[in-house]
């Protein structure tokens, strides 16, 4: 069974400019996160996707940060403009239904981000 | 207090010993947790889920949950350098969104 897909791997931007990330996951999996990890910490949410509607998105800069999910399938991650704190790790997770108390969440490889 | 609390560490064990990685969290995460090991440079692999109290074991890795302490561990027998990595541990609310701790550096020593 393939695993969460992204895509690109590594981006190095100047601020200002705009980026953006793309995730397919596990075939079958309702629910989709993206998550930001920034060195020494542990990932943070950003959004939840539940098919193609958005769950939780309380912690995503809604000011420079979008994402979409257009047909329940993969989805994109889009930042404009970046800021040099925007440098981290984005992470795509999947799961089969977000709805439910054993929603064990696989991750992507991440896509390293670097903001000069 | 933190949603999910672990040690930074380094918790450093020599090769063949138990290690013994914990975790406490507050009321807001009381469902379900998660073990991910993360070594340098990669993505979180899931290792051990658990839901209710108690053990549950998996080869080499045995999660304890105790609900009424708050707290969530996780035990590697027989350690090898292999097991060097960053642990993260991860509840979830109420709305099923996980929340992860900083993470526990392991280091084995050979």
């Known amino acids: 069974e393939a695993g969460v897909a992204q895509s690109p791997r590594y981006k190095i931007i100047e601020k200002r400019q705009s980026v953006a990330f793309w995730c397919n996951p596990i075939?079958?999996?309702?629910?989709l996160y993206w998550y930001q990890q920034i060195l020494g910490q542990g990932p943070k949410l950003l959004i939840q996707?539940?098919?193609?509607?958005?769950?939780?998105d309380s912690q995503l800069p809604k000011d420079r940060f979008s994402a979409e999910r257009l047909k329940g399938v993969d989805s994109t991650l889009k930042i404009q403009p970046a800021k040099l704190e925007d440098s981290a790790v984005y992470l795509c997770?999947?799961?089969?239904?977000?709805?439910?108390?054993?929603?064990?969440?696989?991750f992507g490889p991440g896509t390293r981000l670097t903001v000069l | 207090q933190k949603e999910v609390e672990q040690n930074s560490g380094p918790l450093s064990v020599p090769e063949g010993a138990i290690a013994s990685l914990n975790c406490t969290y507050s009321?807001?995460?009381?469902?379900?947790f998660f073990w991910y090991r993360q070594y340098s440079g990669k993505s979180p692999e899931l290792i051990m889920s658990?839901?209710?109290?108690g053990d549950k074991e998996d080869g080499r890795f045995t999660a304890q949950l105790n609900k009424a302490s708050q707290y969530v561990s996780l035990l590697i027998r027989d350690s090898q350098p292999s097991d060097s990595a960053t642990y993260l541990c991860?509840?979830?609310?109420?709305?099923?969104?996980?929340?992860f701790g900083t993470g526990t550096r392991l280091k084995v020593l050979a």
């Open positions: 996707f539940q098919n193609n509607g958005v769950v939780d």
């Open positions: 009321d807001r995460v009381s469902q379900s």
């Open positions: 991860a509840g979830s609310s109420g709305t099923y969104k996980y929340i």
């Open positions: 658990i839901y209710s109290n």
């Open positions: 075939s079958g999996h309702a629910t």
């Open positions: 997770a999947s799961s089969l239904s977000g709805g439910a108390v054993y929603n064990e969440q696989f």
